[in-house]
């Protein structure tokens, strides 16, 4: 079974802290995503890694940057949160290779970032 | 636009009732439509995934439908249980980007004893 696994559940940071949010995945997937939900949206991208040290920028970057040292590991920062970044994050992985349609996206269980 | 829009926005049953939710999409050009669950405060998990060649395709309970010329898809629920409370997912990718999945903001069903 694949896991994507998230470094908290809940987060309470304060307004201008540097929050790191990790994931860790345990299937060699090249590819690795930060999306955030929030309601009445579907989910956003804010990053994407096709490889180690390799980034993309999704569709919401601003304010956020992102590290993959690892395969297994990517991590989302933010610089200086701010009270509009309060919202739940979601790492996904797939693999880069294989036919496309069977890249699934697996999910972590996510983590609920509240800025006060 | 590439876009994909659910209703209804939420859905409340009775636990052993059928409910089909809906989903409709302009993704062009198309590769695969998948239908996640998402729990509560949980992450999604994947219930069906269909490329367009595929009409129907099943996961126990959950029945997935895809029409690629009228770019729409339904997902039934057959003989609903309380478990089956969440969110559900409609996400669609395209074949140009190599991380472009467009979502849906899901339907939110909700089952009653």
């Known amino acids: 079974d694949v896991k994507v696994t998230q470094s908290s559940r809940y987060l309470v940071k304060r307004t201008g802290e540097k929050v790191f949010l990790e994931c860790v995945q345990d299937?060699?997937?090249?590819?690795m995503f930060w999306y955030r939900q929030d309601p009445g949206l579907g989910l956003r991208l804010i990053y994407f890694?096709?490889?180690?040290?390799?980034?993309e920028k999704g569709d919401i970057p601003e304010g956020y940057s992102v590290s993959r040292e690892k395969k297994e590991r990517f991590s989302l920062i933010l610089e200086s949160a701010s009270t509009n970044q309060t919202s739940m994050y979601l790492c996904?992985?797939?693999?880069?290779?294989?036919?496309?349609?069977?890249?699934?996206?697996?999910f972590g269980p996510g983590t609920r970032l509240t800025v006060t | 636009k590439n876009q994909v829009e659910q209703s209804p926005q939420s859905l409340i049953i009775l636990e052993g009732k059928n409910c089909t939710l809906q989903?409709?999409?302009?993704?062009?050009?198309?590769?695969?439509l998948r239908w996640y669950k998402q729990d509560t405060g949980r992450g999604p998990v994947s219930l069906t995934i269909?490329?367009?060649?595929?009409n129907t395709k099943s996961n126990g309970r959950y029945t997935a439908t895809l029409d690629a010329d009228t770019k729409q898809s339904s997902l039934h629920i057959t003989a609903s249980q309380l478990s089956d409370s969440a969110s559900y997912i409609c996400?669609?990718?395209?074949?140009?980007?190599?991380?472009?999945?467009?979502f849906g903001t899901g339907t939110r069903l909700k089952v009653l004893a």
């Open positions: 269909m490329t367009f060649s595929e």
């Open positions: 890694s096709y490889d180690v040290k390799m980034k």
């Open positions: 989903c409709n999409y302009t993704v062009s050009p198309f590769s695969n």
């Open positions: 996400v669609v990718r395209g074949t140009s980007g190599t991380y472009k999945y467009i």
């Open positions: 996904a992985s797939n693999p880069g290779v294989g036919v496309l349609y069977r890249r699934e996206q697996y």
């Open positions: 299937m060699d997937h090249e590819n």
